[in-house]
C-alpha cells in the first residue's frame, strides 16, 4: 500500500479549506484516509496553516510521499530540515 500526503477538500462552494491527511494512493481526493496532519485555509488573510509537525515527521520517516503542494505546505511549517525529500515522480 502506497501512502501519500495530500489536501482534502473541505468546506462550501467557493469557500474552500483543505485538511492536510495520509491517504492510501488509489484512494479518491475526498474519500477514506488513515490520519489527519492539519489543516490550511487558502482563502484567509496570512493562508492560515495549522499542522501537527511531529505527526507528519513520524509519516515521513515512515515513507509517507507527499504530494507537491503538502511538501511546499510541510516546508513552510517546518516538518523539513535542510534536506527535502525528492518530489512525487508522476507517471
Known sequence: MAV???LRREGRKG?????IVVANSEAPRDGAF????????????DKQLDV???KAR????KGA????TVAS????????GTEMPKPPVSA
Open 52 to 54: 501537527n509537525v511531529e
Open 4 to 6: 501519500r500526503i495530500r
Open 15 to 19: 469557500q474552500p479549506s483543505y485538511r
Open 58 to 61: 513520524q509519516w515521513l520517516a
Open 34 to 45: 488513515v490520519d489527519m496532519l492539519g489543516h490550511y485555509f487558502p482563502r484567509a488573510k
Open 65 to 68: 510521499t507527499p504530494s507537491e
Open 73 to 80: 505546505l510541510l516546508k513552510k511549517a517546518g516538518c523539513f
